[in-house]
């Protein structure tokens, strides 16, 4: 007997769909899209079409397991979970009693981005008294940028683009990683408006554009200042929004007219006749939606860049959400009391911090060290930069490393102790989105497999066996839930919550549909960034990166390397599927020839922290001194053990301390 049940997609995407999966005896046979669902509408990307397998997987982890072999060996002992706890909590308080509780070092993303799964560690951790991560791998730049300028706005609909006549889409590769904005952006090109790509290379995305600007990696606050200053120079700013919505244009005006084009010719790439022609297409359109990725915040400057976009926007007037007009980063249609999940109210005292991509230098260098790390929702020995670092962390012999995970993944191997984790397949949580308004019930639609469990599950127990008494280790899932929804916000006035329940989804109030973001009077934009940091620039403007801009640095490793996503692997989820392929590299063949490098070769990478291979792609779709290597696959185990963050730096960005993924100066070379 076939049934359907519907279920939410927990990856960290920012489309969150209702999916149906196909349940026959109790097994899963297939996902699909929800047709109910309003962004999903019935569509699955290719990926998640198979994650059904993942529950059944060979790989699947489903028992708990004792390293027998050398740390990152891969060669484990199973045993029962009685063990595992006695084992787990005697280690827990023994490194306590020695050391303090900031020897423990929790390590988590968004694996699973179920409000309660994803952070469902951090009511122990504080109980505990562990040390506290800084959550900065992905969006830190982008969300510093846009609170310098936006604080407390929520992006636009992607609704409000259907009506544009120009979307922009700086900086992101919507065919890959917001897929289901595509069929909006199509829709408006039917009613005849234009696609223009921003980016250092021509993605798919930028291939299925109509217009496409090559721009110099880190170039993008350039561009949009030059923008800026051609609006300027032809008196096409939007003086009625500046002058009812906005603070401080005077500023930003004053170093716009000073700064030459020559400067944002060279900073951006870009020559002036195209950084004019750019905004002549958004004067002649004022229906304009900008949609601005995380992928140009992934450098040494990258707040800048969404800041001066930012500033773009304004001074075009988008935020009034006139008629197809709208500026999306990302949504924030839901809060909630964020103490009833991560319980911070628990921390005797506010715990040292530690920045999630100096995870290197924390498990090599710091004083005083880590003890323990627990990592979940997270496979740092992929994810997190300059891996050799993190791998000669994780081969401390004095580190006690507890990893609770579904499949196998590098970081697995390295585990002292290896915890079974289940899917969200098999869970019970609620679920948001940071690119749409709605908000999703989920409920296990096949019970867990082995002895896995949740992530709730797993540090309920563990604050249990703990000995913790606190109020919060006592509840069960559903309260959790419940006494989360009951302080949110942007909930309509009547709320059918067994339609809910049923898998109705409930549409944000936040979402302001054809409304000014800013009301003019509380809320305005200020071009001028309120805070107290004097090294932080005031207004949008040119500022310095850090390796690209190191000629010492340059002379060695002439290459440019960025390292975006790729379809078939969500950050380095799904690599298991992938397990004998090293990725490709695109090479433009003025680089190449040289070097004698054709497609198909394999070529090394490599700079002062490390090196990896890849298959070279000889193509123009990169510039000239531009490398791009896509997909996080994991340490190759038919070939060399190193991945593609071997060469990526633990630098933060000029704001949010977020990492930096694309700014990576490297050599190459040809292997064979
Ligand atoms: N299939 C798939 N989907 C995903 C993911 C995945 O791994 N695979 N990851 C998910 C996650 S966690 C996130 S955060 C999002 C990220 O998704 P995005 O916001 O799209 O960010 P990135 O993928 O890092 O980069 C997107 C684009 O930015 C470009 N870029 C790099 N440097 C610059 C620059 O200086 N200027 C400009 N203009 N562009 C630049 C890259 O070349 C790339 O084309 O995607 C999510 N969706
Ligand atoms: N070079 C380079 N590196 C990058 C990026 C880049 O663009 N380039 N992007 C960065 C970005 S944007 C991000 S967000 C990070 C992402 O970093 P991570 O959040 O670590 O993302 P994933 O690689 O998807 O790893 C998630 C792991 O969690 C596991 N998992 C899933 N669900 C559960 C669960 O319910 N419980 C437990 N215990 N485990 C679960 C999965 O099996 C998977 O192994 O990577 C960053 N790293
Ligand atoms: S990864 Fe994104 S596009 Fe794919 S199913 Fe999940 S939410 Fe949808
Ligand atoms: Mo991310």
């Given amino acids: 007997m076939k049934e359907f049940k519907k279920t939410i997609c927990p990856l960290d995407c920012p489309d969150r769909c209702g999916m149906i999966a196909t349940v026959e005896e109790g097994v899963i046979t297939a996902l699909t899209g929800d047709p109910e669902h309003p962004v999903t509408k019935g569509f699955l990307c290719s990926k998640m079409r198979n994650y059904y397998q993942r529950v059944e997987s060979s790989s699947r982890i489903l028992f708990p397991q004792v390293r027998v072999g050398k740390k990152g060996e891969g060669k484990f002992k199973r045993i029962s979970w009685d063990e595992a706890w006695q084992l787990l909590t005697e280690k827990l308080h023994s490194i306590k009693d020695e050391f303090g509780g900031e020897a423990l070092l929790p390590y988590s993303y968004a694996g699973n981005m179920g409000i309660v799964h994803c952070k469902a560690g951090f009511p122990f951790f504080h109980k505990y008294g562990a040390s506290r991560l800084k959550l900065t791998i992905c969006a830190a730049a982008s969300s510093a940028g846009w609170s310098a300028h936006c604080a407390g706005i929520s992006g636009s609909s992607m ?370 960034t309120p805070s107290n940091d004097p090294a932080l620039p005031k207004i949008a403007c040119l500022t310095p990166m850090t390796d690209r801009d190191d000629a010492n640095l340059k002379s060695r490793y002439p290459y440019y390397l960025i390292t975006p996503p790729n379809g078939k692997l969500l950050n380095s989820t799904f690599g298991e599927q992938y397990q004998d392929e090293i990725g490709k590299v695109l090479i433009h063949p003025q680089n190449a020839g040289p070097l004698q490098i054709q497609t198909g070769d394999l070529v090394r990478l490599m700079n002062g922290r490390g090196y990896t291979d890849r298959q070279a792609k000889v193509t123009d779709d990169t510039q000239p001194g531009v490398l791009v290597a896509e997909g996080i696959y994991w340490q190759a185990t038919s070939g060399i053990p190193t991945g593609i963050n071997d060469l990526t730096s633990q630098n933060v960005t000029d704001m949010g301390e977020g990492g930096t993924f694309h700014e990576s100066l490297v050599d190459l070379q040809l292997v064979k």
């Fill in 159 to 528: 609704d409000q683009a259907v009506d544009s006549k120009l979307i922009v889409v700086w900086g992101m590769n919507i065919k890959v990683t917001n897929v289901h904005f595509w069929p909006y952006i199509q829709k408006a090109r039917k009613q005849g408006a234009k696609l223009l790509v921003i980016d250092p290379y021509r993605n798919i995305t930028a291939k299925a554009a109509d217009h496409y600007i090559a721009v110099r990696p880190g170039g993008d606050s350039a561009l949009a200042l030059g923008a800026i200053k051609a609006l300027l120079e032809t008196k096409k700013e939007n003086r009625s929004f500046i002058n009812s919505k906005t603070t401080g244009f005077e500023e930003l005006e004053a170093y716009v007219k000073k700064v030459s084009w020559q400067e944002l010719e060279k900073e951006s790439g870009i020559p002036k006749d195209e950084m004019e022609e750019f905004t002549r297409l958004l004067i002649q359109n004022p229906e304009v939606f900008f949609r601005i990725g995380i992928g140009l915040t992934r450098n040494s400057r990258g707040a800048m860049s969404v800041r001066a976009i930012l500033c773009l926007a304004a001074t075009l007037g988008l935020f009034e959400q006139q008629k197809g007009q709208g500026v999306l980063l990302s949504t924030s249609a839901f809060k909630g009391n964020s103490n009833t999940i991560d319980y911070e109210s628990l921390a005797e005292k506010k715990t040292r911090l530690i920045n999630m991509v100096q995870l290197g230098e924390a498990l090599t260098s710091l004083d005083p060290p880590v003890r323990a790390l627990m990592v979940y929702n997270s496979n740092p020995a992929s994810v997190a930069p300059d891996a050799s670092r993190v791998r000669q962390g994780l081969l401390r012999e004095d580190l006690f490393t507890v990893v609770h995970e579904q499949v196998m993944t590098p970081t697995a191997l390295y585990a002292d102790l290896l915890l079974p984790a289940t899917t969200s397949l098999e869970n019970r949580d609620l679920y948001n989105s940071y690119g749409h308004y709605y908000l999703a019930d989920g409920y296990p639609v096949v019970p867990a497999r082995g002895e896995c469990k949740s992530n709730f599950e797993l540090f309920q127990t563990l604050a249990q066996k703990m000995g913790y008494q606190d109020e919060p280790f006592q509840q069960t899932i559903e309260e959790r839930i419940q006494d989360y929804l009951s302080t949110l916000s942007g909930l309509p006035e009547e709320v059918d919550w067994e339609a809910f329940k049923q898998g109705a989804y409930i549409r944000s109030t936040a979402e302001k549909l054809g409304e000014p973001m800013f009301d003019g009077k509380e809320q305005k934009f200020s071009f001028v």
